[in-house]
């Protein structure tokens, strides 16, 4: 059975590189018909927060991606004794080694390298002088072998191979007792059964390490797959001015689930079509690493943005109420509130929008310049504008249908264009330069306020 995990550390709010990382996790594993499982690597105490585990869940429960173990995740933190037992193990195998180089001795070391040209790594002072691990005094480090090729098979990358003599001896275990990612990761994942590690590119240096690790402790090596890293619009590293916001933010600011899944899933993977638009059923049915793209995937906010009005506009009335703050529904409750959401459905990129999309309803401000289309003339745009009113009174029914027949009826009968009338009744309406049509705007006002809100743009337009 494939089994795969999301390892995120508790040291911040998720952000996009994190979640759309679990979204494929995620994907292979259902597509698989696997186990997506989730690890909280918590070692890192000096960042650690805790109410950021609580946030990770809270996301992925949002997002639809739940993993199999939520109620008993692994927690790194409690393993600790786990982490250090192995790592004295390797020691006493002569597969690892105890350093007591000082900072001071290890920055030196390093600062020679780096004047004579070499590749500034540790110089294996200590890996034959059989130290006893003391904590706060020293650390434990792998011991790699020497000139050996270490070759893999990336299931987006293909072939990957290293030389050993370009591989430090990595610390695994802290002089604070503490593991490196390195020794805790290896260690768990051979515990949890893990078939397949999934994660950013970031991490393809590592991997050689954690090969040699899993060699050293006697575990089956896992499949690797290595993610590209997402890239801000300037081809440069993923800022928050970009886009790389804690993934909540994105709900508080008006997105759907929905259209953040389609999103992230394109930020490297293609379905080798021209669709756009999928279900995460469907993502499930149809995911692949082979169709992972190797190359760095660029944010587009404004891809984001196309993504979530599609998803608006095919939202109920009654789901985008549910949706919509109630103190905001509120200030608009002298209308139809149906008609007012569906007024605002198609115009919307973001829930947030909502209030913004129809403010025009409770305040307006009519330009006068405006009022008149740029191929009419003040006397057209005041004929237009009072034959409107005139008719628009007479109106038994007051629907969408039957003002935009009244429209084109004086438009007809007075020998005028529809910039001369549809054009001056909307601004009149609405005091924008771009929002719904009129006959749309009319319903929901109503006769009266709409009647008197072309009147008062007949005067604007007079004075």
């Known amino acids: 059975m494939i089994i795969t995990r999301f390892a995120p550390s508790p040291t911040g709010d998720p952000h996009i590189g994190n979640i759309r990382t679990a979204l494929f996790v995620y994907l292979f594993a259902k597509h698989n018909k696997g186990k997506f499982l989730l690890r909280i690597e918590d070692t890192d105490r000096k960042r650690y927060k805790e109410k950021t585990i609580e946030t990770i869940i809270d996301a992925l429960e949002w997002l639809g991606i739940m993993p199999d173990n939520t109620d008993n995740p692994i927690i790194q933190f409690q393993r600790l004794e786990i982490y250090k037992q192995k790592a004295l193990e390797l020691v006493e195998q002569n597969k690892a080694y105890v350093c007591t180089c000082t900072a001071e001795k290890l920055k030196a070391s390093r600062e020679g390298m780096i004047k004579r040209g070499q590749a500034p790594m540790y110089d294996k002072s200590c890996r034959n002088k059989g130290y006893k691990y ?46 490196t990612y390195h020794l805790a990761h290896v260690i768990d994942d051979h515990e949890m059964e893990v078939t397949d590690v999934i994660r950013s590119e970031e991490w393809l240096p590592s991997t050689p390490k954690h090969i040699i690790l899993n060699k050293m402790l006697g575990y089956q090596i896992p499949r ?33 689930p929905e259209a953040l899944i389609n999103f992230m899933v394109f930020l490297g993977w293609n379905p080798k079509d021209k669709r756009e638009f999928f279900t995460l059923n469907q993502l499930i049915e149809e995911f692949n690493l082979k169709n992972v793209n190797k190359a760095g995937a660029i944010f587009d906010i404004e891809k984001l943005n196309y993504y979530n009005k599609h998803y608006l506009k095919n939202k109920s ?10 103190n905001i529904l509120n200030k608009f409750i002298q209308f139809n509130l149906d008609k007012v959401i569906c007024l605002a459905r198609d115009r919307m990129e973001k829930i947030s ?21 740029r ?14 009113s005139k008719s628009l009174e007479d109106i038994k029914t007051f629907s969408a249908d ?62």
Request: aromatic share 6%.
């Open 134 to 179: 003391v904590a706060g005094k020293s650390v434990i480090r792998m011991k790699i072998p020497e000139n050996e090729k270490i070759a893999f098979a990336d299931s987006i990358r293909g072939k990957v191979e290293f030389n050993s003599d370009t591989i430090d001896d990595q610390v695994i275990l802290k002089s604070d007792g503490y593991p």
């Open 224 to 256: 690797y797959a290595h993610l590209p890293v997402i890239l801000s619009p300037s081809r440069g590293k993923l800022s928050k001015r970009d886009g790389a916001v804690g993934i909540l933010e994105y709900r508080k600011m008006g997105y759907l």
């Open 317 to 326: 009335i009654d789901e985008l109420k549910k949706l919509i703050d109630e």
């Open 353 to 373: 929008d909502f209030e913004k999309t129809v403010s025009f309803l409770i305040n307006i401000n009519v330009n006068k310049d405006m009022l008149i289309f």
């Open 375 to 388: 191929k009419s003339n003040k006397q057209s745009t005041l004929k237009g504008l009072s034959a409107s």
């Open 402 to 463: 039957n003002i935009k027949s009244v429209l084109e009826k004086v438009v007809s009968e007075q020998k005028l264009s529809n910039g001369d009338v549809f054009w001056p009744v909307r601004v009149a309406l609405s005091g924008l330069e771009k929002s719904p049509p009129p006959e749309q705007i009319a319903e929901v006002l109503g006769k009266k306020e709409s009647v008197a809100r072309i009147k008062k743009a007949i005067n604007i337009l007079e004075s």
